[in-house]
């Protein structure tokens, strides 16, 4: 079940089997009937379902949502119950079309759009319509709710099946058994071991062992009487699936591993490889390793602690190939416009897990940038960059927490493995200190941090262009053997600060856009005052009486009609309200960010306090979404 997709979730669904079902249909035969029918075409592609007259209740949005016997709701599978997000589940979106079901969005693709109407999103994304998670990534988002819902734990499901190593091919391990008439299947001595194959050419139809006498007739190592050696054979992944424990100890001639060096250095850390290797190569793996474990040579019972999936390069919707002539060469790109640009590109494009198409204007735009870092990187180590010694300016401390910040979320992405969202974090950066040293003459020290935090950011990546640029700057030693960087502040609740300021521009931008406003001559902004911050405060920790928990508070009844219109949007929005920045930090933040509407605007930007705001400008202000009065020239 993917958390992310929690405020999408429209419909509960239950096995026809489930104990709740039962429940349910007690006291109603002719429901009790309908769901019969379900469990017997649950065999059928169809997905079919029974409404219950029933409602559960979404814990994020405090909807209820109807509660659903579902067919193709299997009760030996996880629990035997789940909500149903028609959006970004193919077979819930499926069930939701024939049911008539609403078909909500909340995880938009990072790059461009999806509708979810027509067909289910199943990526990763970025949520949308998700309250305080709207603009977090979803993997960050499934951890964050899972902290953050009381009852939301991490849970793994097995499924696992016995594996059929047998089989009737030349090539494998001989199976260690021998077949008597009068003792059965016998396992062979421990001192005749290893079997080996017999040297032959093999048929190319049947069991080609069978044909070898010499190997198949042997004794009973029990009796004695004539007996035939088993000649199946394994499947080679028994062979394949313990390298891991061989690479330990690759010296060793006597055992087939030293269990102590074992010990010491499994499990994996990581594993990276095609998806086809997770349902066969590490299953065996991991079966291989259990048997082991149970006979006491191995402490671990899971070889390896996290697995990654790459997905494929694509080239015009098509996974390349050889085979088709559908591929584009490396070494070709790599001559073309060098190594970094295609590893720019590659891990810049798509998380490693997820396919992605190669494009030709992908690879220039990387190429692009690269060669935008170098000369800003050229131009301010050869002095060409006029600088200023200010650093004490609103635009500065923008800047400075945008490196902090950047740094932050770059690590993040590193480690976990989202290096697209690392490498837009550091090509983000390299923009910003563009449209800085556009608009104003960059404080020096300011500006000279951001590019050595992007350079070293994008060192993993791209490492000729981080050593180049790496040595301009002046610095000794290579940029790979660097510390990697910190934030100079803590930047908590930083996230907060981005989707305030950006919320703020998109709305300067669609009051220009809808009220047909050519020229803006003066943008004022007023942030919320500090009662309706108070309020909204009130509002989160309230039950359910949204509004008489609001105006019991003394300070708020104060403010009169005002306070109860208020109480009662908050009321309306109550299971997606999110704790706001302060009253002082959302001004702060803004007032670090208007250079950013008054390069984008070319207008006068007046940010004010709600108290120095007129009163019709304040009351139209809320925690997290200031007022905005835009004139026009």
């Known amino acids: 079940t993917r958390l992310d997709t929690l405020y999408g979730a429209t419909f509960f669904a239950l096995a026809p089997g489930h104990e709740v079902t039962r429940e349910i249909v007690a006291d109603d035969p002719a429901l ?8 017997q075409e649950a065999d059928t592609d169809e997905k079919n379902g029974v409404f219950t007259g029933e409602h559960a209740i979404n814990p994020a949005t405090g909807e209820k949502v109807p509660i659903y016997v579902a067919d193709f709701v299997l009760a030996d599978v996880g629990t035997g119950a789940l909500m149903g997000v028609p959006g970004h589940d193919e077979r819930d979106h499926e069930f939701a079309t024939e049911y ?37 990534a979803s993997a960050e988002a499934r951890e964050r709710l899972t902290e953050d819902i009381d009852t939301a734990a991490h849970h793994t499901q097995y499924r696992l099946r016995d594996w059929l190593i047998s089989r009737q091919r030349y090539w494998g391990t001989p199976i260690p058994v021998i077949h008597c008439e009068e003792c059965g299947p016998v396992m062979v001595p421990d001192e005749d071991l290893p079997v080996e194959l017999p040297e032959f050419v093999p048929a190319p139809t049947g069991n080609p062992i069978e044909e070898v006498d010499e190997f198949v007739e042997t004794e009973c190592p029990d009796c004695g009487a004539p007996a035939e050696r088993e000649t199946d054979t394994m499947d080679t992944f028994v062979d394949s699936s313990w390298y891991f424990l061989r690479f330990t100890s690759p010296n060793r001639g006597d055992v087939p591993f030293d269990t102590e060096r074992a010990n010491d250095w499994l499990p994996v850390d990581e594993y990276v490889g095609g998806i086809e290797h997770a349902v066969m190569h ?14 006491e040579l191995l402490d671990v019972r899971e070889p390896f602690d996290h697995y990654l999936a790459q997905g494929m390069v694509q080239l015009d919707g098509a996974a390349m190939s050889s085979s088709t002539g559908n591929v584009v060469s490396p070494v070709e790109i790599m001559n073309e416009y060098g190594a970094d640009t295609a590893r720019l590109f590659m891990m810049g494009a798509a998380r490693p897990s997820k396919d992605f198409d190669w494009t030709e204007r992908g690879v220039r735009s990387s190429n692009e940038f690269i060669r935008r870092l170098l000369g800003t990187v050229e131009n301010f180590a050869d002095g060409d960059l006029a600088t200023t010694d200010a650093g ?73 262009v981080a050593e180049e640029s790496w040595a301009a700057l002046g610095n000794e030693g290579f940029v790979a053997e660097t510390a990697w960087p910190e934030p100079a502040e803590e930047v908590g ?57 609001v105006m019991a508070d003394e300070e708020l009844r104060a403010h009169g009609e005002d306070a109860a219109d208020y109480a009662k949007d908050l009321a309306a929005e109550h299971q997606a309200l999110s ?7 959302e001004y702060d933040a803004l007032d670090r960010a208007t250079w950013l509407l008054d390069r984008e605007f070319d207008a006068e930007i007046v940010l004010e306090r709600a108290a120095e705001a007129s009163e019709e400008l304040a009351s139209k202000a809320r925690p997290g979404r200031p007022a905005i009065e835009i004139h026009e020239g």
Do not use: C
């Open 282 to 295: 590490l299953l065996y793996s991991r079966f291989v390793t259990r048997a082991v474990s149970d006979m």
């Open 100 to 136: 008539d079901i609403e078909i909500r969005q909340v995880v938009a693709p990072e790059d461009g759009e999806a509708n979810v109407s027509e067909a289910a999103y199943t990526d990763d994304g970025v949520l949308v319509d998700s309250g305080e998670y709207d603009g977090v």
């Open 32 to 39: 009790a009937a309908a769901v019969d029918d379900l469990d």
């Open 392 to 464: 004490e300016r609103p635009v500065d401390a923008y800047l400075a927490r945008e490196v902090d910040a950047t740094i932050a979320a770059a690590t993040d992405g590193y480690e976990a493995f989202r290096f697209n969202e690392a490498l837009r974090e550091a090509r983000g950066l390299v923009s910003l200190l563009g449209q800085y040293r556009e608009y104003t003459t960059p404080d020096a020290e300011t500006f000279e941090r951001g590019l050595r935090a992007a350079v070293r950011l994008l060192a993993p990546v791209a490492p000729h």
């Open 493 to 549: 609740e930083y996230d907060a600060e981005r989707r305030l300021v950006e919320n703020t521009r998109e709305d300067v931008r669609d009051i220009i856009d809808v009220a047909g406003i050519g020229n803006p001559e003066r943008i004022e902004v007023a942030v919320a005052p500090e009662w309706k911050h108070r309020a909204l405060g009130v509002a989160i920790e309230a039950d359910d009486d949204v509004v008489g928990t």
């Open 579 to 585: 704790e706001p920045l302060s009253p002082d930090r």
